[in-house]
Each structure stands twice: as C-alpha cells, then as structure tokens.
C-alpha cells in the first residue's frame, strides 16, 4: 500500500501516482504514471503530445486535484505574448498616477520609480504560478502550446528551465518552489528542439478498447457495463476509418455515453446513432462520409 | 515480470552504453537528458527493468517515432548484454543495418569518411552492406546553380504565403496600435509625441516536402535535390520526405548540413532506396505516419515523375486526402518544361485533378517567370 499524500512533491513511486490519478478518475497507464513522477520529482515540465480529445489537459487537472493544489491554466493562440502570458503594467492606472503627480510637487525620477513598481505589475499565468505561496506546488498547465507562435516558445525557455523571469524595471523574479508544469501539444506543427530538451515527454495515445471501457465506467459511473462496451466498440470502430479529418477521443465518447444516458437509453440502435452522431463527429464532411458509408448501421455488429 | 538489474555503481555505464545504442540508431540524446536519466534513476526508490524502461522513454524520447526506437533498443540492450567494442550493438549486427529505417527525425548521420563514395559523388548503396550493389549517383550542383534556385525558391515562398496572420507587427503605415501608443507616451512623461503603427503579419510558407528517389528519377536526383535543399532552406519549419516504395523523413539530413555534407547525408540515407515506385501508397503511408505535418498552412510540394507501379487510382485517392488537409499541392515534375510536354503518366494523369499547380524544375531558375503549367487534366476545385 502505497502512502497517500497530498503534494506532488512527496509521491513516493510511479505507482503511488497512478493511484492518486485513478482517485480522481483519471487512469493512467505506467509509462504515463512514471513521467508524471519523474516530472514531479525532478522538477521538469511535462510535455505531453497526442490527438485531440485524449486526456491531455485532464491529467493536469487530476494532478492539481490529486495535489490539492492551484491549477493555473494558460491557454495558448495564434499572437500569445508576454503581455498576455507573463505580465503586464497597469496602463490606465500609471496614467492616472501621472496625472496626480502633475498637480503635486515631486521628482520626475520619484514618480517613475513609483509607477513601475509592483502595485502596477498585472501578474498573467506564468508569472502567478512562479509566485504562488500555497501549500501544494501550484500546477501550471500551458494548454495547446502549438498554438502558438514558435517566438512564444523562447519566451518560455527562460521560464521554463530556471524557473524565473525577469523583468527590467522590478529585475529577477524566482520560484520559491517549482510549479508542477504541464505542456500539452495536439502536433498540429513540430515544437522547437530547445523546448523539447526542457521537457520530459509522452505521448497520449488513444486507449485500448479495454481502457476506454475503464475510464469510460470511472468518468461516467452511471453507464452499464454493456452500454460502455457497445459505446466504446463503435468510437474504435469509427476511429478506424483513416479518412475522418477529426477522429472521436476520448473525450467524445465521454461526451457521447452521457448524452445517451441523458436521453434514457441503456442500449444501442442505428436510430439513436444518427441522432446524436454530432457528440462524435465534429466536421460535416465527417458526419457525410459516416452516413455515406453505413457506419451508423454498424452498431451492435 | 521484473528483471533484476546491475548494481548502481554499475548502472551508471550500463546507461552510458545504452544511450549510445539509441544515439546510434538515429536520436538524438544531448549530456542533459543522459543526466536527467541518470537522476531519474536516482529518485527512483526501486529501479527494475520496467521502471527503468519507463523512465528511458520519458526522458530520451521526443516524439512517437522516437518512443518507438528507445523501447526497442532498450529491450535489445537487455535482452544482448552489454555492448561490445567495435560493434554497435548485439555483435550480429553491423551499424548499417542497425541505423533507422523509419525513424522520423534525427537520425544518426554517418561522417563523410565514413563512407567509400568518391570526393564530389556520393553513391547510393555504398555505406550498407546489405544494400543492392548498383547505386545512383548524388552529385552537387555547382554553387551558382544552387544560388539561382535558391532564389527561386524565396520567390516561391511568397507566393505560396498564406494569408496575413491575426498575429500583428509594427509598420511605417499601418494603423495605430493605442496600447502601444500609450506605452510609448509613459517613456516620455506621458506625452503624446509619437503615434506607434501596427499591420498584420504576413504569414508564412510552410512547405512539406514528398521527394521520389526511384529509379526513375536518377538523371534528375542531382538538381531536384538542389531544389529540394533550397526549399527547405528558406522555410523556418519545411518536412521533407523522400519516397520510392516506403516514406523516410530526411529533414534533419539537410537541415543539420551544409549543402554538400547534406548531399552525404541524404545519400547514405538512402542508401537502400532504390528500384520502382508505388506513389500511392506512399503517399498514404505518409498520410498514415506523420498525421499532424499537414495543416492548413502547409503548401504540399510532390517532386515526382509520375511513375508509378501501384495503382494510379490510390494515387489519386491519398492525394485527394492530402489535398484536403493542406493549403495547397503542388507537383513538381522534371519534364514538366520540357518542350511537347503533356501529362501522359498514369500517375501524373491521377494525380493531377487533385494537384493546385504544375511546376518543372526551371521554374525555380531566376529568369524563368513562375507560372503554373495549364493542362485539361486539373479540373477539380483545389479546395474541398
């Protein structure tokens, strides 16, 4: 038996993650299990690539919830800068503080110290998580970071490897403590080589018919066993066919089982299929090509 | 099942010698993640075989591809013992075998004296032994050559450019950026003395590039591969591909060279390719492997002459799924300016109704003008 505790920090082994993961319904495989632990043990963020929809971004929140600890979300797009992601000055207000100063005697460098100080500094993700006092490391999850320009990627090398930021006017700010960092990448484009060597890597595959049953029954508990596996043989049966732009992850099926279980059914037909065909399939030409193709009548096959 | 290992003080040079095994077989393994491995072994409060498998994949491995080749020469390295001098692995095996055959990026490359190919000419097939004896000559193009395509490559580069970015930039003429403005003020005591401009970001080319290497091609390896290189060079993130019946990435062959060590290193590569060409499946294979290297962005260039021993139809079939996940296609063809020329290949003909472009290679020359070859053949919409 494995001691349970709550900081990512005193995980004892891979094992002892795994089942804190499987506590908050999230199951991990062991080579998942010992990347996690290794990441927490050695302070490395934790690349994780795989298709959409596969448990990438919910393993950081099992982590945070396992942890008890803050989860810090920063969701990366197309022109994310350091204004958006690290900090910012408080524009308006410095404005205001010179106008006050012009009606009050006082040094021109006085007031510039003054307005570039922390009560003007707009903390954004990366900096909150560095500075983050809590009791748990605070989990720092930078969500679909191929998103995002490769400029922003040597942004976070900084970040990333020292665990600091520096800022001209306030200088260098350090960790107390390493969050627990989370990157996750759905591969739409190659991260840079350097950010790659920062971090320790898996990748998040789409489960065995077996595992999908499991997470599906631990995500949706109210789900019967012969729904989950009738539910689950579709999705892998759909995921097969290679001509699908976006294949249904996990996530979809997820969706998927409790969509039917909020319509009252506890068992597949080619009527319900079609019916709620869009928790699986999120592109028309997908949604064409299944009915064009008769998947729908598969089920129960 | 778990395997007892060695002792920790001499698990430190068993784990040297296993990261050189997968150095060997093509990724690429820097001093800090050999620590990091070295310390994750540390915090480990047990270390049997399974854990130490684990951990290997975690720390050395960035991609799928990679993953793939780390649990496989980990379970050769224990399953054959500790490596001996002079042989890369097992002892049955020589180097040359042992390099990657589907590894997607970073493969090993092997020095230039490594090889037996005379100065000036690299041979395929002369690095395997087991490699067909007949190989095809990579030459270097001379280096005005190269310059004039790489210019034509650049010229490419912005006609393919997609879109402009929601990403913006600072222009002389654009419209005002107020954020900016103001923060420009705040350096001047809060006066308002100069206006900052922003306009879009052009945004960039991405090419993604499908290389035959058959037999078919070997008069014209010399210049397409000088094209090749050029396209790749003046793109930040360009795949390249090369096929004949299977699909290798040589990206990081040409990206880590210069122009002539690079023609070594694809060469040696390659050393194996050799014989017919079955595009179609190829191209499926590629759209199987590397799902995630199309995007909408990417301009997809087939440097190929249409030859082709598999079914014209799969051609047509993986191209269409190509098409659909890319910007645009473009099919460079060797014949493509030359005089009388018409599309008469099966797979040319198959390819074509899916393909945005038809270019030869001159067109990369810079005193051609760059303009797609019209044929009755692309009559279908480039978008789906």
Sequence with gaps: ??????????????????????????????????????AAQLSKPLLLEGEPGCGKTELAKAVAAATRAELIRLQCFEGLDARSALYDWNFPKQMLTIRLHEHESGSRDSLEKEIFTERFLLRRPLLRALEESGPARPVLLIDEIDRADEEFEGLLLEVLSDFQVTIPELGTIRARRPPFVVITSNRSRDL?????????????????????????????????????????????????????????????????ASALLALHRDSLDPAVVEQTLGCLLKDAGDVELARDRGLVHTVGA | ?????????????????????????????????????????????????????????????????????????????????????????????????????????????????????????????????????????LTPVPARELLDLRRGARRFRRRTATLPGRRRVRSRRGSVDALATVRRALGRGGEFV??????????????????????????????????????????????????????????????????????????????????????????????????????????????????????PTALGEALRRLQRRSHRVVWVSPYARRPGFAPRTAGLVAALPFTDELLGPEDFRSQYPLRPIETEARTVPSAS
Excluded at chain 1, 197 to 226: K, N
């Design chain 1, 1 to 38: 038996m494995h001691r349970m505790v709550a900081d990512s920090d005193h995980w004892t082994t891979p094992e002892a993650v795994k089942q804190a993961l499987a506590e908050q319904h999230y199951l991990a495989d062991p080579a998942l299990s010992m990347s996690v632990y290794l």
């Design chain 2, 194 to 311: 100069e206006l900052v401009r922003e306009a879009p970001r052009p945004g960039r080319a991405e090419f993604v590039i499908l290389w035959d290497v058959s037999g078919s091609m070997r008069e014209h390896d010399a210049e397409l591969f000088a094209l090749v290189y050029s396209l790749e060079r003046v793109s930040r993130s360009a795949r390249v591909f090369a096929f004949s019946t299977r699909v290798e990435e040589v990206t990081e062959e040409i990206r880590r060279n210069g122009y002539e060590r690079a023609t070594r290193a694809v060469a040696t590569r390659l050393a194996a390719e050799a014989g017919g060409t079955r595009i179609g499946p190829c191209l499926q294979e590629f759209s199987d492997r590397f799902p995630g290297v199309l995007g909408d962005r990417s301009t997809l260039v087939v440097v190929s002459d249409g030859w082709d021993l598999a079914e």
């Design chain 2, 1 to 137: 099942m778990t395997t007892p290992l060695p002792a920790a003080d001499h698990l430190h040079r068993r784990l040297v010698d296993f990261v050189g095994v997968v150095r060997d077989r093509g990724v690429s393994v820097g001093v800090g993640a050999e620590v990091d491995l070295a310390r994750a072994l540390e915090v480990l409060p047990e270390v049997h075989r399974g854990h130490f498998r684990d951990a290997s994949v975690a720390v050395l491995a960035k991609s799928p591809e990679e993953a793939r080749v780390v649990l496989q020469a980990f379970d050769d390295f224990f399953d054959a013992g500790p490596r001996r001098p002079g042989l890369p692995f097992t002892g049955q095996q020589s180097r040359a075998s042992s390099a990657p055959t589907t590894l997607g990026r970073a493969g090993r490359t092997p020095k230039p004296d490594e090889t037996d190919a005379p100065t000036g000419t690299t041979v395929f097939g002369s690095y395997s032994p087991d490699a067909p004896g007949a190989g095809h000559p």
């Design chain 1, 192 to 256: 840079s080589d350097a950010l790659k060597r920062r971090c320790l890597y898996s990748f998040v595959d789409y489960p065995t018919a077996d595992r999908e049953v499991e997470i599906l029954r631990a995500r949706v508990p109210h789900v019967g066993e012969q729904l989950a596996r009738d539910v689950v043989a579709f999705v892998q049966h759909l995921r097969g066919e290679k001509e699908l732009v976006k294949r249904p992850g996990v996530a979809e099926t997820i969706d998927w």
